[in-house]
């Protein structure tokens, strides 16, 4: 069965630290990969998206992503993190369906704590 | 937010009663889906539409129905309310292919 994997569940940093958050998925065939922030008492934004290309993507907000085929991950980096990064953080994977259809898949979320 | 709008935003309800929530989008999306979030399991799709009339169902749909008679509208429906479906409800939409979806402020349900 297709799934997302967000290996850290919490995490805890300190501004101006590195932050980098794991994301690995289960899927034969070919994805379109997405990071998702939600910032407290927020709905769900788009961070960053991979459709094909340089597989080193960059988003809002100074985070990029890297997609490694042969890892079957889409890990989300950000090299200083700050107060306001303070957010719960879904990867998601777009697949094609036996029916035709597209759906997504999300991981369980990695909540990010930065402490000013 | 692509215009995507949710009701109620909040509701507490009893066991056995029926429940509808409503999601409205005006941006013509093709595709609207509706997820429960839960902690500790993330994001879950409960049902998607790919077109009026056109549903189906994703990994957590047992209790819940939808229907879209309009482009715009996409009810999620849980005609007996159980105390595990108290939940905060999202609905998304977008253009289906792979691309981008646009998530509503969510419906914060609770079950009593």
């Known amino acids: 069965a297709q799934s997302v994997s967000q290996h850290n569940h919490h995490v805890i940093l300190s501004e101006a630290a590195s932050l980098e958050l794991g994301c690995n998925y289960s899927?034969?065939?070919?994805?379109?990969l997405f990071w998702y922030v939600q910032y407290p008492g927020q709905h769900l934004q788009l961070l960053l998206k991979y459709f094909s290309g340089d597989p080193l993507v960059k988003g809002i907000k100074g985070f990029e992503a890297e997609f490694i085929k042969s890892k079957f991950s889409f890990n989300l980096r950000k090299p200083s993190v700050q107060w306001s990064d303070t957010a719960e953080y879904f990867c998601?994977?777009?697949?094609?369906?036996?029916?035709?259809?597209?759906?997504?898949?999300f991981g369980t979320g990695t909540r990010l704590k930065v402490l000013a | 937010d692509a215009g995507i709008t949710q009701s109620p935003r909040h509701k507490v309800t009893e066991t056995g009663t029926p429940v509808t929530l409503r999601c409205h989008q005006t941006e013509n999306h093709r595709y609207m889906y509706w997820y429960r979030q839960d902690p500790g399991h993330g994001l879950r799709l409960i049902h998607y539409?790919?077109?009026?009339?056109?549903?189906d169902k994703g990994e957590v749909s047992d209790g819940y129905s939808v229907s879209r008679s309009k482009t715009e509208d996409f009810l999620l429906t849980l005609e007996s309310a159980t105390s595990s479906q108290t939940s905060v409800y999202f609905c998304a939409a977008g253009i289906g292919s792979p691309d981008t979806q646009y998530f509503g402020p969510g419906t914060r349900l609770t079950v009593l």
């Open positions: 899927y034969g065939g070919t994805v379109n």
């Open positions: 998601a994977v777009n697949a094609f369906t036996t029916s035709g259809t597209y759906k997504y898949i």
């Open positions: 539409s790919y077109g009026v009339k056109d549903t």
